[in-house]
């Protein structure tokens, strides 16, 4: 697909930006790498080579009966029972780098939990004997996911919303706007934190309630936009040529108005990720046990005696926020008219 002169142009500014530029290659290494969790960090094996046939417990679950046990139980591959089944059939095993998964215990630890870092343990454990570096690579992935499907929603609705206030104007842009006020006006950390506690909050409940104050943010930008554009000339000749008013809106006016709303999106990213960590901190988000950045940081705030735990934590949230804040920076130099 061939871009047009004007999106060349921005695509050249924003490689210019080199921070920016570097740091959107970076976010997506580590966001890649961490869509293949299971496949770095895991209690099975990647690969089985048993009595002449392959097994892949990775993606599937086998019943140590596959390989010669006495009971239909999920395989242990690390216990010396079915290692010693395996190898008595000349078979072996490929290990993914980091042998534990987010859930799993290290049950061989010398000292009581929270171990500190060591040779089976990069980032050592938390107080419940599980690997942090296993836990903050799955965290990672949860949180990028999770921002990234709260903000290409939210940013949907919010498009929407400005665009009908800001094309139509009249008492649908006041109405909507004394609606935003006062939505906007209530106390939204409180209000998850009363919402999550009604339920047992899990991925899904936390995007649905998350999703109820997110979408507001693009709404002013966009009501702006349309605000404008509805009466240049190019609308006006389309109106008169007798063009629908929703073609107009979204065929017309709206690609001008994406311009300011990629600029908001990677600060939204942001601003959606530190909210679900601090709900984590706060314990009204993810289950318990799931992997969490803000559980990861609750956890060092109780344990002072394990600094390993705040500052893997804190590196981790530290540079992924900082490399979107790169990025949100050069995307807006980019989009920005005046260049």
Excluded: C
């Amino acid at each position: 697909m061939t871009l047009s002169p004007l999106n060349q142009r921005r695509f050249a500014l924003f490689k210019a930006h080199k921070r920016g530029w570097w740091s959107l290659w970076i976010f997506l290494t580590l966001f890649i790498l961490s869509l293949g969790a299971e496949l770095i960090a895991n209690d099975k094996p990647i690969v089985v080579r048993f009595d002449g046939g392959w097994y892949f417990p990775v993606v599937k679950r086998y019943p140590e009966t596959v390989f010669g046990g006495e009971f239909p139980l999920q395989a242990n591959y690390k216990g010396p029972y079915i290692q010693e089944l395996i190898e008595k059939k000349d078979g072996w095993m490929i290990w993914p780098p980091i042998p534990f998964h987010h859930s799993s215990i290290n049950y061989d630890l010398q000292v009581p939990a929270p171990a500190p870092p060591s040779r089976d343990n990069w980032l050592g454990t938390d107080d419940q004997g599980r690997d942090v570096l296993a836990r903050v690579i799955y965290g990672f992935r949860i949180s990028v996911l999770f921002a990234l499907t709260l903000t290409l929603i939210s940013s949907v609705i919010g498009v929407i919303a400005g665009a009908l206030q800001g094309f139509y104007g009249g008492w649908v842009d006041l109405v909507g706007q004394r609606v935003l006020e006062i939505w906007s006006g209530l106390p939204v950390l409180y209000l998850l934190i009363i919402l999550a506690s009604f339920v047992q909050p899990n991925f899904w409940w936390l995007l649905g309630i998350m999703l109820l104050f997110s979408w507001m943010s693009l709404v002013d930008v966009v009501r702006a936009e349309f605000l404008r554009g509805r009466n240049l000339e190019y609308v006006r000749a389309a109106r008169a040529l007798g063009m629908r008013n929703g073609a107009i809106m979204f065929r017309h006016i709206l690609p001008n108005a994406m311009v300011s709303t990629m600029t908001f999106m990677p600060f939204i990213l942001t601003g959606a990720i530190g909210t679900l960590t601090a709900l984590d901190f706060l314990g009204f988000g993810l289950p318990p046990g799931a992997p969490s950045l803000g559980e990861l940081v609750a956890q060092g705030k109780s344990n002072l005696q394990a600094p390993w735990l705040g500052i893997s934590a804190f590196m981790v949230l530290a540079v992924m926020l900082t490399l979107l804040v790169f990025i949100g920076e050069a995307a807006r130099d980019a989009f920005d008219p005046r260049k």
